[in-house]
């Protein structure tokens, strides 16, 4: 894999993919500290 | 560990076990390394199909049933629909450059129609975001969400009723159009990107749940020190 538009197209893929989960998980972690 | 939290795991070792297959699968001789992009592109249009369609689905038994859970699946699906959606145009686009010699035409209908469905349910989630408060969001966004899923046929078969750079299915009643090894790669990929896409619905879903339930502790807190109205205060 050596092209750089497949390497850019798994990049931004999986990279999206990663970001959400991640922005997820800080908005489930603020939502429970501030009703501790 | 929550059953979330079980999902969200198996959906990151399927999406590494789904970029090793990719990664390995037999290149197309014409192609080359950019028929790889087509282990993603394809997965995340389906999935932009099926979010779609759950919005939809969701939104119907929202009007049917109206509690808070069917509302929080439409939102979801439709906030995890245009993420991929946004996926399925950047990839195309990617591997449009590389092999058409283009990223973008408008004239492609199924380019077109995809952007279209993009752009309506950034509206969709645009609607719910403008409206006062969750029962009016529902209300509002499960009548877009039950019409703008007609998008989906539409961008599907774009392809057979216009001219379109775009090839037809390779998928048909009478056998595919590739070799085994990138069929099974990319049909492998389709099924991860659908894992994911679950997990991703049960965390974004929960998360709403969450603060949902945070808000509605929030207007008893407020009316403790809410300032008197003009018409409370006693004349003197």
Redesign the interface.
């Known amino acids: 894999?050596?092209?750089p538009?497949?390497i850019?197209?798994?990049v931004?893929?999986?990279g999206?993919?990663v970001a959400?989960?991640a922005w997820?998980h800080f908005?489930?972690r603020a939502?429970?500290t501030?009703?501790d | 560990m929550t059953k979330i939290q079980v999902m969200l795991g198996l959906a990151a070792v399927a999406l590494a076990g789904g970029l090793v297959l990719a990664l390995n699968a037999p290149i197309d001789a014409l192609q080359g390394e950019f028929s790889r992009i087509m282990h993603l592109h394809v997965p995340a249009s389906w999935l932009a199909f099926l979010a779609f369609g759950v919005t939809a689905v969701a939104s119907i038994m929202w009007r049917i049933r109206r509690t808070r859970a069917w509302d929080r699946r439409a939102a979801a699906s439709a906030e995890i629909g245009v993420l991929f959606t946004a996926l399925s145009l950047a990839t195309g686009s990617l591997w449009g450059g590389a092999v058409w010699g283009t990223y973008w035409d408008w004239a492609d209908p199924r380019i077109a129609t995809t952007a279209l469905m993009f752009f309506v349910y950034l509206g969709y989630l645009a609607l719910r975001s403008a409206s006062p408060d969750a029962e009016s969001a529902a209300a509002r966004s499960s009548i877009l969400g039950i019409i703008a899923v007609v998008q989906v046929p539409l961008v599907y078969f774009s392809v057979n009723m216009f001219r379109s750079l775009h090839q037809g299915q390779s998928i048909r009643p009478d056998g595919a159009t590739m070799p085994g090894g990138m069929l099974v790669a990319m049909l492998v990929n389709v099924g991860v990107f659908t894992l994911v896409y679950f997990a991703l619905l049960a965390a974004r879903t929960d998360v709403m749940r969450q603060e949902e339930a945070a808000r509605a502790l929030e207007p008893a807190a407020g009316e403790a020190v809410r300032p008197p109205r003009f018409d409370e205060v006693p004349d003197v």
């Open positions: 894999m050596s092209e538009m497949v850019a197209a798994y931004v893929t999986y999206a993919i959400y989960a997820l908005r489930r939502v429970t501030d009703r």
